[in-house]
């Protein structure tokens, strides 16, 4: 259709959608950017994050970082303790 220059009710029937609604998209795609809203894309959207995106993004990534150094003390911990708990006992 819009790359290959295929006929939309042919793409359409191979798609299994009536091709009224399949126009529909493809003349909102045309219109927005996007077959899925009326409404016009954001020009920030495109591509690029805000800077509360962008902040919000390193604070998860940091907090995620933290969380996998702490899941790795404590099955490090974990393996000490299942050792102590597997060794024979010493009689004094």
Same mark, same amino acid.
């Given at each position: 259709?819009?790359?290959?220059?295929? &006929?939309?009710?042919?793409?359409?029937? /191979?798609?299994?959608?009536?091709?009224?609604?399949?126009?529909?998209?493809?003349?909102?795609?045309?219109?927005?950017?996007?077959?899925?809203?009326?409404? &016009?894309? &954001?020009?920030?959207?495109?591509?690029?994050? $805000?800077?509360?995106? $962008?902040?919000?993004?390193?604070?998860?990534?940091?907090?995620?970082? /933290?969380?996998?150094?702490?899941?790795?003390?404590?099955?490090?911990?974990?393996?000490?303790?299942?050792?102590?708990?597997?060794? &024979?006992?010493?009689?004094?």
């Amino acid at each position: 259709m819009i790359e290959t220059g295929r &006929p939309i009710p042919e793409v359409a029937e /191979e798609l299994g959608v009536h091709s009224g609604t399949l126009h529909s998209w493809v003349s909102r795609w045309r219109r927005n950017g996007s077959a899925s809203s009326d409404r &016009p894309a &954001p020009a920030a959207s495109v591509g690029r994050l $805000r800077d509360t995106e $962008r902040a919000e993004l390193e604070r998860l990534r940091r907090e995620m970082s /933290e969380k996998k150094k702490r899941i790795r003390e404590l099955e490090m911990e974990l393996d000490v303790f299942k050792r102590c708990m597997g060794a &024979p006992r010493s009689s004094v």
